[in-house]
Each structure stands twice: as structure tokens, then as C-alpha cells.
């Protein structure tokens, strides 16, 4: 019988190579099976155009969130880029689009709950519009559950929906502030909305200027939490219905469309002044408002130009949903602003370098109520000349 040698290399490469490469394509289609995907898929873009398409192109079926850590990501980002200041053309900072593939580590540690539906609302609302001072405020608080204190809320039975700051700028009004307060805390409640209520004070007796106050409002706010949307509401507007809602509009929503002292009728299309809600991406798209507006007027219709230059709409609630009471006071005699019609024509041309990247104001000091976030803010005096990006803009009479 003949002795078996040792197999040449041709067998072994003829046997050998087939078999691995079979072993290989099985364990791809047996791996290839397995569920296997990342807890959390974070997706941070840098460039605004692949930001702006993949936002539109996402489908309403895919939930788009941020995570706790994830916001907190995202708010540094966005810190960042307001602190270096936005080129033309990026004012548009990035977001991060997380689908839902899994619950996060935080959420995982909390009971199951669902999210927060069919608000118990009360519809026309039988307003107290009496004065009111900050310890009847306090006291209708206290007695609410779940609040957090500094003028934030959130339900507890369920997942808010939307989480939402109010910007309040003021001045030298504690009897205006308290009666809204008085009205918006349960109302803010009954929608189930996570919230938090900021109220921006200019300091000194110079002339007051509405919108630093709220670009300011807003980058304070993002250093405490991750905002959905903002409210800007002012002092003297109360509600007169729960059914207009304070939550995150798909569009920039004006909400006081129809005001007592008007004849609860619209004065004129492009208003967004009064209390108006808009998303974090779309008032970063737009730049925030304008901080040119020294006294009386301009600032809102500034931000409508830069809402329809941005290819945005404004939507409103019906007028019979959508009504304030406006409190009577003495004006101060505030003048108005001299050059607001210059500012206006100017609107386009400037809002990439003119608003929410080019804010300069000074925290002088912050208080936490019960019933509010306080800031005193220093903005500056009001300088006879304007001052666009080093060149003198135009005289303010």
C-alpha cells in the first residue's frame, strides 16, 4: 500500500481558501440578522444647508429630539458660536438631530410615562384684572403642585411635549408683572407645558431698548436649559383665553392678535409685537431682533422683516382664541424712536450683523422668586450716533 504524503500547496489552496471564505460569508448572514444598532446615533453638522435640508426632509413619523446630555452639547455650541460672533450668511448654527432609535441613559431611570395629551383647558377665562402685588402671586403658587421654584413648572404625570421660555422685558412695573404672573402661571400649567419664566430688567433710567432686553433674555436662558421655543410677552398683556397655546409653533406664531385696546381686531398684517412664539432654530435663522430700536417702537416689525426675508411665515390663532386685555396705565414718556423708519428700509441688509451675535449687555445681578427668573441688566447708554460694524450709521434725533 502506498504511504499518504503530506498535501501539496495546490490541495490547500483549492480546499482551504473555498472553506474559509464560505465560514466568512455565513457568519456575515447570521451577524448580518442580529438587531444590531448604536443606543444613541448623534448626528452634529457643521454645514447650515445640510442642517436646513436634512430638518426638512425629516419625516413626522421619526421623533427629532434632544437628549439631556445631547442639549447640553448643543446649547455650548450655540454659546460658542453667539461669543465668537456669525459670519454673514451662518448665522444659522448647527443642531443635533438625534432619531429615536433608544431612550437615553437618563430616561431610562425614569418611570414610564406617556406624553402629555388633551390638556385640561378651561376656554374664556373670567379675568381678575385687578392689581395684584407679588405675594398674592407667590401665594397662588405655592399652592400649585410640582413647581420648581425661579418660575418654572413642569407636569409630572406625563412627558412635556415642549419646553418653553417666557422673555418678559420690563421696567418700573411690579403691579403689571404680578397680575400677569397672577393669570399665566395656572394657564401655563393647564397647557402641561415645561416652562420657565425670565423677566429681563433694563438698568438705570436710560432709554429703554426692548429688543437687547430680549436677545439677552434668550442667551441667558440657554445657559440654564435647552429650550424648545421662546415666548416674548409684554408686561401689560393678559390672556383671556387657555386655549391659545403657548407651546412650540411649527412657524413663528403672534399670539396677541386680537387686543381689547384695538377692538380686538388686527391693526396690521406684518404684527408680531404683544406676546409672540417662536422655535430656537427659527430665531436663530433670523438673528434674534434687532438691537438698533432705541426707544418706542420698530423692534417687532424689525423682526417681521427678518421672518419673511428668511422665507418664514407667521401664523396666528383664530381672533377668537387669540385675545389680551391690556392694562391701563400712564405711559412714561418714552420717545420713540427717530430713525425707525431708516432702521426698517435698512432691515435686509443688516440682520446678519445686527441682533442676537452682536448683543452687548452686563448680568448685574440675578434673583431667583418663586414666581420668576430676574435679571437686572446693564445694556449701555444711547449714543447720539448709530454705529453699524465701526461706521457711523445715521444721526438719532
Not at 396705565?329 to 451675535?357: F, Q, V, W, Y
Amino acid at each position: 500500500m502506498k504511504r499518504l504524503g503530506r498535501p501539496d500547496g495546490w490541495w490547500a489552496f483549492f480546499v482551504l481558501v473555498p472553506l474559509t471564505v464560505l465560514w466568512v460569508c455565513c457568519m456575515c448572514f447570521f451577524l448580518g440578522r442580529l438587531p444590531l444598532r448604536p443606543k444613541n446615533l448623534q448626528v452634529v453638522l457643521n454645514n447650515p444647508k445640510e442642517d436646513e435640508e436634512i430638518y426638512k426632509q425629516a419625516s413626522r413619523d421619526v421623533e427629532i429630539f434632544v437628549s439631556e446630555s445631547a442639549g447640553r452639547i448643543r446649547i455650548r455650541r450655540i454659546l460658542a458660536n453667539l461669543a465668537g460672533g456669525l459670519e454673514e450668511g451662518t448665522e444659522q448654527s448647527s443642531w443635533i438631530v438625534i432619531p429615536n432609535l433608544d431612550a437615553s441613559a437618563a430616561d431610562k431611570k425614569r418611570p414610564k410615562r406617556s406624553y402629555c395629551k388633551d390638556p385640561p383647558l378651561w376656554g374664556r377665562l373670567r379675568l381678575d384684572v385687578s392689581l395684584h402685588n407679588r405675594t398674592d402671586v407667590e401665594e397662588l403658587l405655592r399652592r400649585s403642585p410640582y413647581l420648581r421654584g425661579r418660575g418654572s413648572w413642569t407636569p409630572r404625570d406625563c412627558v412635556p411635549q415642549h419646553r418653553v421660555a417666557l422673555i418678559i422685558p420690563y421696567r418700573d412695573r411690579l403691579e403689571h408683572l404680578s397680575t400677569l404672573l397672577y393669570t399665566l402661571h395656572p394657564l401655563l400649567q393647564r397647557q402641561l407645558l415645561e416652562y420657565r419664566v425670565y423677566v429681563v430688567e433694563q438698568y438705570g433710567n436710560e432709554t429703554f431698548n426692548k429688543g437687547v432686553l430680549m436677545n439677552a433674555g434668550v442667551r441667558e436662558a440657554l445657559r440654564d436649559n435647552d429650550f424648545h421655543c421662546f415666548v416674548f410677552h409684554d408686561v401689560d398683556m393678559i390672556p383671556e383665553d387657555d386655549r391659545n397655546l403657548y407651546s412650540c409653533p411649527e412657524m413663528p406664531r403672534h399670539l396677541s392678535v386680537a387686543v381689547d385696546k384695538f377692538n380686538y381686531t388686527l391693526p396690521y398684517a406684518l404684527l408680531v409685537g404683544g406676546v409672540f412664539s417662536i422655535r430656537l432654530e427659527h430665531f436663530l435663522a433670523v438673528n434674534g431682533y434687532s438691537n438698533l430700536y432705541w426707544g418706542w417702537g420698530g423692534e417687532d416689525d424689525d423682526m417681521a422683516y427678518r421672518i419673511r426675508y428668511r422665507k418664514l411665515e407667521i401664523i396666528r390663532p383664530p381672533e377668537t382664541l387669540a385675545r389680551y386685555s391690556m392694562i391701563k396705565h400712564d405711559h412714561r414718556p418714552e420717545s420713540p424712536n427717530a430713525i425707525r423708519t431708516a432702521l426698517l428700509r435698512m432691515a435686509k441688509k443688516r440682520s446678519s450683523r445686527d441682533g442676537l451675535n452682536t448683543v452687548k449687555y452686563r448680568v448685574v445681578w440675578r434673583h431667583e422668586h418663586l414666581a420668576y427668573t430676574h435679571l437686572m441688566v446693564d445694556i449701555g447708554k444711547h449714543h447720539r450716533w448709530q454705529f453699524l460694524n465701526g461706521q457711523r450709521l445715521i444721526i438719532n434725533f
